[in-house]
């Protein structure tokens, strides 16, 4: 089965600096990757999500790349803000087949104002 | 977007007793659910899938037996902890995915804290 790994599992940064949270997945079949925030004591949020057919896909100070070859995906969050401190979650799977999903362990943010 | 709730948030229950914990997909119709269990500082353990209308599936190590879990219709998915035990304290989510079809995004509650005493 998949296994997706994730880097660093805890990340402090300065307001303003940016942060990069990474992760490796083992099945070259996943084409889906999904990343939530989780606030404490609350259900995960997706943030943004790429698909594998592109490698890259930003939303604001929010962006993800991909790399199919190395199988590994990034989460990218520049100009971070004390809000943006929560754990990030990264997930595999495959598109339209149903299949579950396959977390990441998790990666704790801390801004620091 | 698609919201998903969950009731109750918070429940605390003596030994022995069994706890319901409800999904509804609130403007959408689910017809997939999963439900997770997290541990403090840990990622989310998937537990089993539901699908409308049939039994679900659970992973390797999931008790069908006490975790019976019910997904009646298109939008209402429950989960029961039966005879409950403080080892099943833990904090339950489930999510909800709208159809292969449309989409295969899979939107979360915001999760049952269960303490069981």
């Known amino acids: 089965g998949e296994n997706v790994e994730q880097h660093p599992s805890t990340l402090s940064v300065q307001e303003g600096d940016s942060a990069v949270i990474k992760c490796t997945y083992s099945?070259?079949?996943?084409?889906?990757f999904p990343w939530y925030k989780q606030e404490l004591g609350k259900g995960p949020q997706l943030i943004i999500d790429i698909r594998s057919n592109v490698g890259e896909k930003k939303d604001q100070r929010i962006a993800v790349t991909l790399n199919k070859t190395a199988k590994h995906f990034s989460l990218h969050i520049t100009e971070t803000q004390p809000e943006d401190s929560a754990v990030y979650f990264c997930?595999?799977?495959?598109w339209g087949t149903g299949n579950q999903f396959y977390f990441g362990t998790g990666t704790s943010l801390t801004v620091i104002p | 977007g698609a919201v998903v709730s969950q009731h109750p948030s918070r429940v605390i229950c003596k030994s022995g007793t069994s706890v319901k914990i409800e999904c509804r997909s609130l403007?959408?119709?689910?017809?997939?659910m999963f439900w997770y269990r997290q541990f403090p500082k840990k990622s989310l353990m998937l537990m089993a899938t539901s699908n409308e209308g049939s039994k679900a599936t659970y992973e390797q190590g999931v008790e069908k037996d006490k975790f019976l879990i019910n997904h009646a219709s298109l939008t209402l998915s429950t989960l029961t902890v039966t005879s409950a035990h403080p080892e099943d304290s833990s904090f339950y989510i489930c999510s909800a995915r709208a159809g292969e079809s449309v989409s295969d995004e899979q939107f979360f509650g915001p999760g049952t804290r269960l303490t069981v005493l």
């Open positions: 403007d959408f119709q689910a017809t997939t």
């Open positions: 099945d070259s079949a996943s084409n889906y």
């Open positions: 997930a595999a799977s495959i």
